[in-house]
């Protein structure tokens, strides 16, 4: 692919895959010569866009380090138009994440650039993110935790009256809304710990860790909690709204560490409100960072808030830099690759 020169690679990282970790991964599967670049950490945008915003001050550092590079391997450098304009020898990009949002696919492939991604490096730590959050809405651990912690009041100890103490798993129906990688993953763990587990997924088949239910409304009004792990699309935006949530039996429990837009924030706080809703706990919103006049800010007593963290591990980030490897390494040796987009 080189045609005998080598192979040139910028490795640009950030404060989470670092580009220490794409080199030492890089240098497992080619013989290349690899140039480091640190990228800031800005906000990530929801779903493909038509021209990149994300880390957009980035575009002049981008395109200086990329100087007679043929590779790219990052999370969140902005290969714009104008990026890949001004880099003629760029031939293949590698995103360390589970889609290219940070790509121009249409202009990538006018270029004849080959961009592939890496699906899936962050399906364990977001499920075992998710049974955390489940856990903590349950049993109101964060509450009491600052209670105690924070406030110097034994006051959570009214969470071990009949009234006010929180459910437990074993035995609890809970309902999985999306079957994926996260999903399956999250079905497998609260099988474990004796949940029924029933799951909605139109697009899955085959066998399935848990009762498989045909409906969305069907599976919320046999859910004590529920669960979100659906790809955010157009027909999933806004998923779950007050029609949905008032047929969860009252007292329910809500959890989402997927994507924020997928449920009705202004219903959600209705229904923690009323008490339809007992409890719920969010690591993604529909807005992000949370605004300061959320109206979810002021249930936190109800509410576990997390910043976007359920795919956050160093096992996530060493993944995410191997699977670029590998592409990269498929593409020297003519190989097909395994996540191709262009």
């Not at 080598?6 to 670092?18: E, K, T, Y």
């Not at 109101?140 to 209670?147: G, K, S, V, Y």
Request: aromatic share 4%; with cysteine.
């Amino acid at each position: 692919m080189t045609h005998g020169k080598r192979l040139r690679v910028v490795a640009a990282g950030d404060h989470f895959i670092l580009p220490s970790l794409i080199r030492e991964a890089l240098a497992r599967e080619v013989d290349c010569e690899t140039a480091e670049l640190t990228l800031g950490w800005p906000l990530e945008p929801f779903g493909p866009v038509a021209e990149v915003t994300e880390a957009s001050d980035a575009e002049d550092e981008l395109i200086a380090a990329l100087a007679g590079a043929q590779v790219l391997v990052t999370q969140m450098g902005p290969v714009t138009e104008r990026v890949l304009d001004a880099c003629p020898a760029l031939r293949l990009v590698v995103v360390c994440r589970g889609g290219p949002v940070n790509v121009n696919l249409d202009a990538a492939k006018r270029h004849d650039v080959r961009v592939c991604y890496a699906p899936g490096r962050n399906a364990a730590a977001t499920a075992e993110f998710t049974v955390g959050l489940l856990l903590s809405a349950l049993r109101r651990i964060p509450q009491a935790h600052d209670l105690l912690a924070r406030r110097g009041s034994w006051e959570g100890a009214t969470y071990y009256t009949y009234a006010h103490s929180g459910l437990e798993l074993e035995d609890l129906p809970v309902g999985l809304v999306g079957y994926g990688a996260v999903g399956s993953r999250v079905a497998r763990a609260l099988c474990a710990f004796g949940a029924r587990v029933l799951v909605h997924d139109p697009y899955v088949r085959g066998e399935i860790h848990g009762l498989r239910v045909a409906s969305l409304d069907e599976l919320l009004r046999a859910s004590r909690a529920i669960t979100l792990h659906a790809r955010l699309t157009d027909e999933t935006r806004g998923l779950l709204g007050a029609r949905e949530l008032a047929l969860l039996p009252r007292g329910a429990v809500v959890v989402n560490a997927a994507r924020g837009p997928l449920l009705d924030e202004d219903a959600l706080c209705d229904a923690l409100e009323s008490g339809q809703v007992s409890a719920a706990a969010l690591d993604t919103y529909a807005t992000e960072p949370l605004p300061a006049g959320s109206r979810l800010r002021a249930l936190t007593d109800r509410v576990v808030l997390t910043p976007h963290l359920g795919g956050a591990s160093r096992a996530v980030a060493e993944k995410a830099a191997a699977i670029a490897a590998a592409e990269v390494g498929r593409w020297v040796r003519g190989e097909p690759q395994a996540h191709r987009l262009t």
